[in-house]
């Protein structure tokens, strides 16, 4: 939820505090709710409930998509974040249950002790917008209870810390939760009360998120719950150690795209961000970055990129460090382009995109995409220059001859005389007067009501010449009495060659 939030407030979207708010997520019959924030939890919302039954709980329920491959993107990328702290990290749930686990043996002293460990925890996730609950145990299960249904910052004592929480701690299925509040079992210290042998003929054939006497031993360490985090990514960089401190890198930049490249082709990835820091000697860092439209690690095609860039660097009084590394790679393996020769015609491209993308920048270069949409002005998109263009709707049929030459926006005319259902006779452009000698249409094209305002007018499109010979694309907007507006507007929208 708080994701969410932070993307609203960058996009100036600011939620008030006391507006319930869910984010759902489709269910088995219909759409369920997948986070809430606090005033949603406090007007009585639970998660995993049915949104139509929420509404009804609570009628100023604000609602939104949530997007849970988003949220666990995140999670795993805060997983990695959190090592600075241990080396055993690892993302653990989702939604308002989601979390980090941390294996912090043999490093809390390097912070000043547990206490301050998960003070400095604290403070630093607070930095980034979001809050947490910590807790600290000997075990996996024992702190995911507490940090749950615990204080909110929790250091594991003794099993007596663990006997009052809920049975929801033993992180169970929601069929056996009821089942254990059924039996009268609500805590940890009550389900652990109860003789082992009943609970294991009860249990005996249920899975591991279905039977609480594994969880709970996972949460005594009478079983065991090893942490396996994931590899972390590989980090592409190539560095200089200078004895003396320079001012100028450009000699050690083609060593650093040499070395870049190597490691880069033995990865079999190819760059699609560089950036090139230098170090300076009174501890300031100045950077600069360089984008490729395809992957590469071309050593002198990488050394280019960085050709009219390298004055932005302030060297200061000098820098003994260099570092050119790549953020942002994609797989990029070994290929045979032609069998009889010759260079790859998209490499060839791709580089180009990327000289004319140093010297004019990025915005200066685009290519058109088709879009399926009737609306002409809406049927073409500008796409990135290199590489597959944004995902299409399924094509539309062909309309025939279209303009070269689309105006943007559309220029309005003004009508002399116009035929009933046809073009107009004479009219006014540019405050010049042309007559019509023959003309083609109508084509209509209807609103699209999936994203068109209400009250959008049609248009019927006219392939029009006057008497020089000159051919334009003309519309009518709206028709008389079609309770839209008044009379039609007339427009030019394009010129044919």
Do not use: F, K, S
């Given at each position: 939820m708080e994701r969410w939030q932070?993307?609203?407030?960058?996009?100036?979207?600011?939620?008030?505090?006391?507006?319930?708010?869910?984010?759902?997520?489709?269910?088995?019959?219909?759409?369920?709710?997948?986070?809430?924030?606090?005033?949603?939890?406090?007007?009585?919302?639970?998660?995993?409930?049915?949104?139509?039954?929420?509404?009804?709980?609570?009628?100023?329920?604000?609602?939104?998509?949530?997007?849970?491959?988003?949220?666990?993107?995140?999670?795993?990328?805060?997983?990695?974040?959190?090592?600075?702290?241990?080396?055993?990290?690892?993302?653990?749930g989702g939604g308002d249950t989601a979390g980090l686990v941390l294996d912090t043996t043999g490093s809390d002293h390097l912070w000043g002790g547990e206490a301050a460990m998960l003070a400095g925890i604290e403070a630093e996730l607070s930095t980034l917008g979001y809050t947490a609950r910590l807790a600290l145990a000997p075990t996996w299960g024992a702190a995911w209870a507490l940090a749950r249904f615990g204080p909110v910052r929790a250091i594991w004592r003794g099993a007596a810390d663990l006997a009052v929480l809920p049975v929801a701690g033993l992180r169970l299925g929601a069929e056996t939760l009821l089942l254990l509040q059924r039996l009268g079992l609500k805590t940890v210290g009550d389900l652990a009360a109860v003789p082992r042998l009943g609970l294991a003929r009860r249990f005996a054939r249920a899975a591991l998120a279905d039977n609480p006497l594994l969880r709970l031993d996972q949460m005594t360490g009478h079983l065991a719950e090893p942490l396996a985090p994931p590899d972390a990514p590989p980090v592409f960089r190539a560095t200089v150690r200078l004895a003396e401190p320079i001012l100028d890198p450009t000699h050690h930049l083609p060593a650093l795209c040499a070395d870049l490249g190597a490691r880069l082709a033995a990865g079999n990835q190819g760059a699609r961000k560089l950036w090139l820091t230098v170090y300076r000697t009174d501890g300031e860092v100045s950077r600069i970055s360089a984008a490729t439209a395809a992957a590469s690690r071309d050593a002198a095609h990488l050394a280019f990129l960085f050709r009219d860039r390298l004055q932005a660097i302030k060297p200061g009084f000098g820098f003994d460090l260099i570092t050119l590394e790549a953020p942002v790679v994609e797989p990029l393996a070994l290929t045979q382009t032609r069998l009889g020769g010759g260079q790859d015609s998209t490499l060839a491209l791709s580089q180009l995109v990327d000289r004319l993308t140093t010297r004019f920048g990025a915005a200066a270069l685009s290519r058109p995409g088709l879009r399926a949409s009737h609306v002409p002005e809406r049927a073409e998109r500008q796409a990135p220059p290199v590489g597959p263009a944004p995902p299409l709707l399924p094509p539309l049929p062909d309309h025939g001859e279209r303009p070269l030459r689309l105006l943007a926006p559309p220029e309005e005319i003004r009508v002399l005389y116009a035929v009933p259902e046809g073009p107009p006779a004479q009219f006014v452009w540019r405050r010049q007067t042309h007559r019509t000698t023959r003309y083609q249409g109508p084509e209509r094209i209807a609103p699209e009501w999936w994203q068109d305002r209400p009250g959008t007018r049609l248009r019927d499109y006219f392939k029009v010449e006057d008497e020089a010979g000159c051919r334009y694309w003309l519309y009518r907007e709206g028709l008389h009495d079609d309770g839209r507006g008044g009379d039609p507007r007339w427009f030019v929208h394009g010129m044919f060659a």
């Open positions: 932070r993307i609203q407030d960058q996009q100036g979207n600011v939620t008030p505090d006391d507006l319930p708010l869910a984010l759902t997520r489709e269910g088995p019959h219909g759409p369920v709710v997948h986070a809430l924030n606090r005033a949603a939890r406090l007007a009585g919302v639970t998660q995993g409930a049915r949104v139509v039954d929420m509404r009804a709980l609570c009628p100023g329920l604000q609602v939104d998509y949530a997007d849970p491959a988003g949220d666990q993107a995140a999670l795993g990328r805060m997983a990695l974040w959190a090592r600075r702290w241990c080396p055993w990290t690892v993302a653990d």
